[in-house]
């Protein structure tokens, strides 16, 4: 192999590795995207039944950044959504941010809660010890445990105690005795949502702002990686070797771990105590359409998922005229086995609590589509730093970047993405330069 020559290897064709190969061809430097599946998009792949448009989890544009921004509208005309989400609590619906919008609770309920907000513990050594003390610290103990925390564990498929407070930021927004007050007892609304302004694709899915991204000639596809040697730099895929100089990785680090064969215990046993959540995906055509907001939490524990969003009302393009669709995320442990039978159950609840709910009915229904993605979110427990921390140092060695939400096991957004991409891409041509 001709070692001046630069040849840049990325594992994955997600919105990652994608934007990092569009910049290196702007470079005019050699790529390969290797990618297991048959078409590119990764996480951000949106899909059809029937005249139906679905994407794998609710996705929307939060990018402040301005030139991705441009770059996504490049792509992809698009809709500014406005977001105004809702909680469903028991039978009862309350706006969002719950805490800001108590009224519709009973008088009771609402007095509780008052109560425990005003007794909370307010120290910060109490609040950083794990999420749910900063929990009980920001709202109280009866909200607290009532509402947060019975969502953590749909969500984030642990209890708040088990997870840290690096990820909350911008999240989750606390309240003065004003606001609590004011929400209780008089009826308003107070959008507080992180983001005022998102964007998405007026047709095609979200999948559409990856476009230009796709419009790529160096990805092999349906290629499964069978080793790296990072010594030699070398692929391995089923029928082909492939060398390298430069190497991006955007596939789950705990699978890159597997690849590169290492015997080091530390290694293995940091690998194994990194976590995520995977997805099981229920999509539902109906047959007329529904009044409801464009998307809900479920904070009751016998409703499996734990939020349901309406496609069409994101983008008329996704729903045949005088129809609608739901598509309901339930999230679990990756490391639990899953079976056809789990689905079908997943499957029957879903539909069984939307029914009982009355927001569907069932006799409204066109077709019912259940998908497993084995990889979701991170999650951010008590051991996710100081094991990503020694995988991220144990690879340095190596001069390989990491990027992307599962490729660098961060919450990154589709926007923080790309950057992440972008930056990457920056950094090898400069590295050429030198």
């Known amino acids: 192999m001709i070692q001046n020559k630069k040849h840049v290897i990325i594992l994955g064709a997600g919105i990652s590795g994608l934007t990092v190969s569009f910049f290196l061809n702007k470079f005019k430097i050699k790529n390969t995207i290797i990618e297991k599946d048959k078409l590119a998009g990764g996480l951000l792949k949106s899909f059809k039944i029937k005249d139906y448009t ?27 959504i406005k977001p105004k989400p809702n909680n469903l609590f028991g039978k009862i619906w309350i706006d969002h941010s719950s805490q800001f919008n108590l ?10 809660i008052i109560l425990s907000f005003l007794l909370r513990n307010k120290k910060k050594k109490y609040r950083l010890k794990n999420y749910e003390n900063w929990l009980r610290g920001a709202y109280g103990n009866y909200f607290a445990k009532n509402f947060p925390m019975q969502y953590t564990e749909k969500y984030w498929a642990t209890k708040a105690q088990k997870l840290d407070t690096s990820w909350i930021k911008f999240r989750m927004q606390e309240i003065s005795f004003k606001d609590i007050f004011k929400g209780a007892f008089f009826k308003q609304y107070k959008n507080t949502f992180y983001s005022q302004k998102m964007r998405y694709p007026k047709k095609g899915g979200y999948e559409s702002f990856l476009r230009i991204l796709k419009k790529n000639n160096n990805i092999i596809y349906n290629s499964k990686l069978k080793k790296i040697d990072l010594i030699k730099k070398k692929i ?10 430069n190497l991006v990785s955007t596939i789950p680090l705990t699978e890159f771990v597997n690849l590169t064969k290492f015997k080091d215990k530390k290694l293995i046993n940091f690998k194994n105590q990194l976590r995520c959540t995977a997805g099981i995906i229920i999509s539902i055509g109906l047959k007329v359409p529904l009044k409801l907001r464009t998307w809900f939490y479920i904070y009751n524990k016998d409703f499996k998922a734990s939020r349901i969003y309406c496609p069409g009302k994101l983008a008329k393009d996704n729903c045949p005229k005088n129809k609608s669709s739901l598509q309901a995320e339930i999230f679990i442990d990756n490391k639990k086995k899953i079976t056809p039978n789990l689905l079908q159950k997943f499957k029957k609840n879903t539909i069984n609590k939307l029914v009982e709910n009355k927001i569907i009915k069932e006799h409204d229904i066109d077709f ?3 998908r497993y993605k084995k990889y979701a979110n991170i ?8 094991s990503r921390d020694y995988i991220m140092n144990y690879y340095k060695r ?9 490729g660098s096991w961060a919450y990154l957004w589709s926007d923080q993405c790309f950057m992440s991409g972008k930056v990457t891409a920056q950094k090898i041509y400069k590295k050429k330069l030198s």
């Open 54 to 80: 679905f994407d794998n989890f609710i996705h929307v544009s939060h990018a402040k950044n301005t030139f991705v921004k441009n770059f996504f509208k490049k792509s992809s005309n698009y809709i500014n």
């Open 103 to 112: 009224f519709p609770l009973p008088f009771i309920e609402r007095i509780k």
């Open 236 to 245: 391995f895929l089923n029928n082909k070797i492939i060398n390298y100089t």
């Open 368 to 370: 019912v589509d259940t």
């Open 379 to 386: 999650i951010f427990d008590k051991n996710y730093k100081k």
């Open 398 to 406: 190596f001069d390989i970047d990491f990027i992307g939400r599962f």
